[in-house]
């Protein structure tokens, strides 16, 4: 009597195996696992478009497109670091050091990895050798090319048009663009003159502030003074105000680019600018730091507050030295490094112990946060945010210190995010909806502390609640590329696991693994 055999099948592709192959695929998934291993796979055109990619291109750092290569779902499952280190001829300790570090920077290596992967030179930062300039994208509307300094170079930034047009960035391009004689169709203002270098590091000056920026961008020690400084600073409050409604990716390049010619004039001006100037460059670099946490990019993030911390110093702008410490204190707290969202809170009250008032409150909001953290009892926490709401009715807004001072709604925003800390995740449930529903925040911030919400409904005991509210935050946060309200959204699905069987929860499950 013959005995019948038991069909197998490959593990890779799931088609019946020969009868004589022990193993557990078909010799082309043999091959193909083989060749995996040895370079990277062959992928279509539309694998870069995906949102996750572009978005991780925009940050010019390879270590993210890196990762998002890895993460990307036309592989069915993450590439292993071992496996693309491989592909470098890196080891996977080195892999990991570029994806969670600064950004890497020698122009061999990028031109080679990006080689490797076969990204399209359209969506590179750099130039490929023997590439034009003159790109042209896959994108029905072509990006403006905005030609910036950065780090002391000039190098051609794509801007997004959306965002141009929003910020009426286009029609200044435009306008200095006209005025060399011809319009090219991917409009680009060429470093021919030092009135459009004007142009491109300050894009809203008028037509004397362009001119009278051109004479300091060429002599620094000459003409560049406290106007200039301020011309800086408006660029910084543009951008402040843009990144709520466009998010993170779209205000980046642009703060990059100030910060880079900033950078390269502080060792030129005269000392009594000089002082002005690492000031303004203090707050936009803390505002790069803050872009960079919005992005969960916590290696860049500390980069730009250590920036603006040693420019606040040399400054001797103490109260921007507190800020930028209570700044630091939070992103431990992102990071849930308990002990250093202590005592940095507790440094930023040493360095400056008679900061202003609207900084005093929100110093003594990351304390009361901290002690929360740490299981302090409720009367001791609320001692704390009750004179953080003493010190802000002392507050007033300071032309000196912009950006500086916090809103009423800010205020009882970040006093809920203390009390879901603290264990009473209903109350600060409650403060969230009331502010929420004022319509006041910026359309990222929406996003952002209706994920808390969603945290708080979660915690407190409302699954369909808060996978609602939930939901409502994951759209936000994909428009706006806020990596930090996704990974509070994640925490919320992991809080929801005991009520997956639910239709809200489920459904909001299968949103966040879209």
């Known amino acids: 009597m013959t005995t019948a055999h038991q069909p197998r099948?490959?593990?890779?592709?799931?088609?019946?195996?020969?009868?004589?192959?022990?193993?557990?695929?078909c010799s082309p998934c043999q091959s193909a696992s083989v060749d995996a291993h040895a370079r990277p796979p062959a992928v279509p055109p539309e694998f870069w478009t995906l949102d996750q990619m572009r978005d991780a291109l925009a940050t010019w750092h390879m270590g993210r497109v890196i990762?998002?290569?890895?993460?990307?779902?036309?592989?069915?499952?993450?590439?292993?670091?071992?496996?693309?280190?491989?592909?470098?001829?890196?080891?996977?300790?080195?892999?990991?050091?570029?994806?969670?570090?600064h950004a890497p920077e020698e122009l061999s290596k990028l031109i080679r990895y990006?080689?490797?992967?076969?990204?399209?030179?359209?969506?590179?930062?750099?130039?490929?050798?023997?590439?034009?300039?003159?790109?042209?994208?896959?994108?029905?509307?072509?990006?403006?090319?905005?030609?910036?300094?950065?780090?002391?170079?000039?190098?051609?930034?794509?801007?997004?048009?959306?965002?141009?047009?929003?910020?009426?960035?286009?029609?200044?391009?435009?306008?200095?663009?006209?005025?060399?004689?011809?319009?090219?169709?991917?409009?680009?203002?060429?470093?021919?003159?030092?009135?459009?270098?004007?142009?491109?590091?300050?894009?809203?000056?008028?037509?004397?502030?362009?001119?009278?920026?051109?004479?300091?961008l060429d002599d620094a020690h000459r003409y560049l003074d406290g106007s200039v400084v301020g011309f800086f600073g408006q660029q910084f409050e543009r951008c402040k105000a843009d990144?709520?409604?466009?998010?993170?990716?779209?205000?980046?390049?642009?703060?990059?680019?100030?910060?880079?010619?900033?950078?390269?004039?502080?060792?030129?001006?005269?000392?009594?600018?000089?002082?002005?100037?690492?000031?303004?460059?203090a707050d936009g670099a803390e505002f790069a730091?803050?872009?960079?946490?919005?992005?969960?990019?916590?290696?860049?993030?500390?980069?730009?507050?250590?920036?603006a911390m040693e420019w606040a110093q040399e400054a001797q702008d103490a109260p921007m030295q507190a800020y930028v410490l209570v700044k630091k204190s939070q992103m431990a707290y992102d990071g849930r490094d308990l002990a250093r969202t202590l005592t940095l809170a507790e440094a930023a009250s040493r360095v400056c112990p008679a900061a202003p008032p609207s900084i005093q409150a929100?110093?003594?909001?990351?304390?009361?946060?901290?002690?929360?953290?740490?299981?302090?009892p409720l009367p001791v926490i609320e001692r704390k945010l009750d004179a953080a709401r003493v010190a802000f009715t002392e507050s007033v807004p300071d032309a000196n210190a912009s950006g500086l001072h916090i809103s009423t709604a800010t205020l009882q925003l970040r006093a809920a995010a203390v009390y879901t800390e603290a264990g009473v995740p209903d109350r600060a449930a409650g403060i969230f909806a009331d502010i929420l529903a004022g319509g006041s925040?910026?359309?990222?911030?929406?996003?952002?502390?209706?994920?808390?919400?969603?945290?708080?409904?979660?915690?407190?005991g409302h699954p369909d609640d808060a996978a609602a509210v939930g939901l409502d935050a994951l759209q936000i946060a994909r428009a706006t590329s806020s990596g930090r309200t996704t990974a509070i959204l994640s925490d919320v699905a992991r809080t929801l696991t005991p009520w997956c069987s639910r239709p809200g929860p489920r459904e909001f499950r299968e949103a966040m693994l879209a």
Not at 168 to 190: C, H, K, N, Q, W
Not at 289 to 307: E, F, I, M, V
Request: charged fraction near 20%; charge should be neutral.
């Open 362 to 376: 929100e110093l003594l909001q990351q304390e009361a946060l901290a002690l929360a953290t740490h299981g302090e």
């Open 9 to 25: 099948y490959c593990s890779r592709c799931g088609h019946r195996l020969a009868t004589d192959n022990p193993l557990t695929m």
């Open 67 to 101: 990762f998002a290569y890895r993460h990307h779902p036309y592989h069915r499952q993450t590439l292993p670091q071992e496996v693309v280190g491989t592909w470098l001829g890196l080891t996977q300790a080195q892999l990991s050091r570029i994806e969670n570090g």
């Open 243 to 281: 990144d709520g409604r466009l998010g993170p990716l779209r205000v980046l390049p642009m703060v990059l680019g100030v910060l880079g010619a900033i950078q390269q004039h502080t060792r030129d001006v005269r000392p009594a600018v000089r002082r002005e100037l690492l000031g303004v460059g």
């Open 441 to 460: 925040l910026s359309h990222r911030d929406t996003g952002l502390f209706g994920a808390r919400r969603a945290a708080a409904l979660a915690l407190s």
């Open 289 to 307: 730091g803050w872009l960079y946490r919005d992005l969960h990019d916590p290696a860049s993030a500390a980069h730009w507050y250590d920036r």
């Open 114 to 216: 990006s080689q490797i992967f076969g990204i399209p030179a359209e969506l590179l930062w750099f130039d490929l050798p023997g590439s034009s300039r003159d790109r042209r994208t896959a994108e029905a509307v072509p990006p403006i090319l905005l030609s910036i300094l950065l780090g002391g170079r000039e190098v051609l930034l794509p801007i997004d048009a959306e965002a141009a047009k929003a910020t009426g960035l286009d029609e200044v391009i435009g306008d200095a663009v006209a005025r060399t004689g011809d319009m090219p169709s991917s409009t680009t203002i060429s470093a021919a003159s030092s009135g459009r270098q004007a142009a491109r590091i300050l894009p809203f000056a008028g037509l004397d502030e362009i001119q009278h920026m051109a004479a300091a």
